[in-house]
Nanobody, 123 residues
Framework: QVQLVESGGGLVQAGGSLRLSCAASGGIFRRHDMGWYRQAPGKQRELVARITSGFVTNYADSVKGRFTISRDNAQNTIYLHMNSLKPEDTAVYYC?????????????????WGQGTQVTVSS
């Protein structure tokens, strides 16, 4: 089972920056597609950014140009660099991993979630 532990959340003023980290263990990290999701009070969990095993990235329109997702396969860690933070970025941010149980393309997929880290942006 893949275990994910987020860190780096906190309180920041609007316009400030934070870097979130997610340390993974228990899997072949370099083969996993990774991502960051967030959930604000009263709202559904939404995709923030994804980075594939091939280092292809995708971003939600709301964070494009402000956030950067990256991965360090040597450290089994992904990061989310958040700049120009806005109050609407306030949420619990969750790390996500997607992989397969076997090497074959048709092998069953799995996904894992971290417990989340709180990001609060004040105005």
């Amino acid at each position: 089972q893949v275990q994910l532990v987020e860190s780096g959340g906190g309180l920041v003023q609007a316009g400030g920056s934070l870097r979130l980290s997610c340390a993974a263990s228990g899997g072949i990290f370099r083969r996993h597609d990774m991502g960051w999701y967030r959930q604000a009070p009263g709202k559904q969990r939404e995709l923030v950014a994804r980075i594939t095993s091939g280092f292809v990235t995708n971003y939600a329109d709301s964070v494009k140009g402000r956030f950067t997702i990256s991965r360090d396969n040597a450290q089994n860690t992904i990061y989310l660099h958040m700049n120009s933070l806005k109050p609407e970025d306030t949420a619990v941010y969750y790390c996500h991993a997607r992989g397969q149980y076997g090497a074959a393309v048709e092998s069953p997929a799995f996904e894992s979630w971290g417990q989340g880290t709180q990001v609060t942006v004040s105005s």
